[in-house]
């Protein structure tokens, strides 16, 4: 009878948590909401580690442009089935700025910025669309290409980061708020248009370890857009290499 | 009865270890009840929850450690809330536990949705450290039961 008695008090209390996280949810403010539905496809794939890489060593992956069998080989593990397309994009859209990339992290923004900026519609034209894959991987030079050409960024991050600062004309997306789904079809009727389907979309996050871009990325792949790119270094490297930010709510 | 179970199953001691466990529950709860989707990015980071389940336990999880913190420290339906909360620190053992064999450096959440950004070396360090505080709150928890254990036995035999 004391362990019927005991089972009851149990059921009570997670009951009572549970009414309380629903309501709580239910007022909660629209950053602070959570669909109750989860849709995280890779929740249960494991991640191969990265090599603890911060920032700066992902650019020598970058610099060896000049032949494409050679691009495979230095493949980071993080990126899943695309990692060998990821590097070749971005070895050939690193190109664009001048050749000698290596020692970028030192020189901050000048270096894309002195490049001999290709007009927009060559630039977009050099980023096809890919409908095989949800996304392909590019670093700062190709985010900084596609960025002169005004393709459309989204920041994955949380929306309280995004108004702390993001790359300028990026939108709010964050894939952990639960309005997410609703904007990404919201993008979609804007675009309804194939030709402006076509255009290249950015996602990016923090950098690193960061995935919210790649889950964003798949969530607009899976709704048709088949020209996405993820800028992997994501905000922090943009910032570093001094990239046109914005701070506030608005793009 | 011995000297050391004297002293371990003690009045004293339990209501201490009550309060403190109760306390590192409320504490731990808040900032996530605060900021759901962060947790529910934690929750995620673990890769053992399936997708669908991901948001629903990043909202329901806080809550529980609040509501059985706090019945800890009002002593209102303590057994079933410490219970509850054993059961928790089990689950939060084995699940570190599991990302620590298989080498998939996390930060565990526990108190915090929105920890800085750590080296994996760093973050293998603290889930170890997790693991030892949660097996010491395991223990707490354990006194818990077997104090009450004990006060219905003396109260079996006075009644007789």
């Known amino acids: 009878m004391d362990l019927r008695k005991h089972l009851l008090e149990a059921a009570t209390l997670i009951a009572a948590a549970v009414l309380c996280a629903v309501v709580s949810n239910g007022i ?5 909401k959570l669909a109750l539905v989860g849709a995280y496809p890779n929740a249960l794939k494991v991640p191969a580690e990265a090599a603890t890489a911060p920032l ?3 650019l020598p992956s970058v610099a060896p442009m000049t032949a494409t069998a050679t691009v495979a080989l230095p493949a980071p593990s993080t990126a899943p089935m695309t990692a060998t397309v990821a590097t070749t994009t971005a070895a050939s859209t690193a190109a664009t700025p001048p050749p000698k990339s290596a020692p970028a992290a030192a020189r901050p923004a000048i270096t894309t910025t002195t490049a001999p900026a290709p007009a927009a519609a060559d630039t977009l034209k050099r980023f096809q669309q890919h409908p095989d894959k949800a996304y392909v991987e590019i670093a700062y030079g190709g985010a900084a290409a596609l960025h002169n050409a005004g393709a459309l960024f989204l ?3 949380r929306t309280s980061a995004y108004e702390q600062g993001h790359i300028a004309g990026a939108r709010p997306y964050s894939v952990w708020e639960a309005d997410i789904d609703e904007k990404v079809k919201k993008l979609f009727a804007e675009r309804s248009d194939p030709e402006q389907q076509a255009l290249p979309i950015v996602a990016y996050c923090s950098g690193g370890e960061c995935e919210d871009s790649h889950m964003l990325a798949q969530k607009l792949w899976g709704i048709q857009f088949n020209n996405v790119y993820v800028y992997k270094d994501g905000y922090p490297d943009w910032q570093k290499r001094g990239g046109a930010v914005r701070t506030g709510s608005t793009p | 009865m011995t000297r050391l179970t004297h002293y371990l199953t003690h009045p004293w001691l339990t209501i201490r270890v009550q309060l403190a466990l109760g306390i590192f529950f409320v504490v731990a709860a808040l ?3 605060v900021d759901p989707p962060s947790f529910a990015h934690m929750v995620y980071n673990y890769r053992i929850v399936p997708g669908q389940f991901v948001n629903l336990m990043g909202l329901t999880m806080p809550w529980i450690e609040l509501l059985c913190g706090l019945a800890l420290i009002l002593g209102i339906w303590k057994e079933a809330a410490r219970t509850i ?3 928790m620190l089990v689950v939060f053992i084995v699940a570190i536990s599991i990302n620590l064999a298989r080498g998939h450096a996390i930060d565990c959440g526990c108190f915090d949705p929105n920890p800085r950004p750590k080296s994996r070396a760093e973050r293998v360090e603290d889930m170890q450290l997790v693991v030892v505080r949660d097996i010491g709150m395991l ?3 354990g006194q ?4 009450s254990r004990r006060s219905a036995q003396c109260a079996a035999r006075s009644a007789q």
């Open chain 2, 85 to 87: 909360i054993a059961a």
């Open chain 1, 56 to 58: 700066e060593t992902t």
């Open chain 2, 139 to 141: 223990l707490m928890a």
């Open chain 2, 144 to 147: 818990l039961w077997w104090a």
């Open chain 1, 28 to 32: 909660a403010s629209r950053e602070r």
């Open chain 2, 31 to 33: 900032p996530k009840i």
């Open chain 1, 155 to 157: 920041d994955a991050r």
